[in-house]
């Protein structure tokens, strides 16, 4: 089945630490996306790639990091410099170049304890 | 200044009820509009993409409509189910692969 993996689901963490989330897609979608969703809010873009080896910040990228060196792979990291990073975190991906459909995975949730 | 704002916050229905979500943006070149169902805890999931050049779309019970010189598009439900209950986001994209979200309708349906 194609789509979007995001792992871990659930991630708790301790402040100072940096973790990493994790997303994957088998759609051979080119352009990957990373939201921040936080309760009674919409979705606020962190990073995007059109393409592998390049991407650019969103609305609200400081404290993350990304890097795209697989067409099919879009990590995220939340570094210690985030000062509120508990949120849910969506990917998303689409082909690029094209005004097509928008596909999501599941979401990861991150807490620090 | 919200882009796109989706009007009620919240919706509570009974079973059957024929509903309307609504979201308006501003900005009318937009390249399509989506409409998304979000359930807890969980991912979007898409529902009905609009391209620019349509005036709607249906999937089952669902009908999205687009106005673009209004700034509105529309998602009719029809015959509403409990199974229906989810928050319902929309999605315009603009030039530049620019995608903005409205913040959601939570919608209940009750048995």
């Known amino acids: 089945d194609g789509g979007i993996t995001q792992s871990p689901k659930y991630l708790f963490r301790k402040e100072g630490q940096n973790v990493t989330l994790s997303c994957e897609q088998n759609l051979n979608h080119d352009a990957m996306y990373w939201y921040r969703q936080d309760p009674g809010q919409g979705l606020r873009l962190i990073y995007y790639?059109?393409?592998?080896?390049?991407?650019q910040k969103g609305d609200i990228a400081e404290g993350y990091s990304v890097s795209r060196e697989k067409k099919e792979s879009f990590p995220l990291t939340v570094t210690s410099a985030q000062k509120n990073p508990t949120a849910f975190y969506l990917c998303a991906s689409s082909m690029w170049g094209y005004t097509g459909e928008l596909f999501f995975g599941e979401g990861s949730r991150l807490t620090v304890l | 200044k919200q882009e796109v704002t989706q009007i009620p916050a919240a919706l509570s229905v009974p079973e059957g009820e024929n509903l309307v979500l609504n979201c308006s943006f501003t900005d009318s070149a937009i390249y399509n509009l989506q409409w998304f169902r979000q359930d807890p805890g969980k991912g979007l999931t898409s529902l009905l993409l609009?391209?620019?050049?349509?005036r709607e779309q249906t999937s089952g019970r669902l009908n999205a409509s687009l106005d673009k010189s209004s700034g509105r598009s529309t998602l009719y439900i029809a015959a509403s189910q409990p199974g229906d209950s989810a928050t319902y986001l929309c999605e315009k994209e603009t030039s530049g692969s620019r995608l903005t979200f409205g913040e959601g309708t939570q919608l209940t349906v009750n048995p």
């Open positions: 609009i391209q620019s050049s349509q």
């Open positions: 790639s059109q393409i592998v080896n390049d991407f």
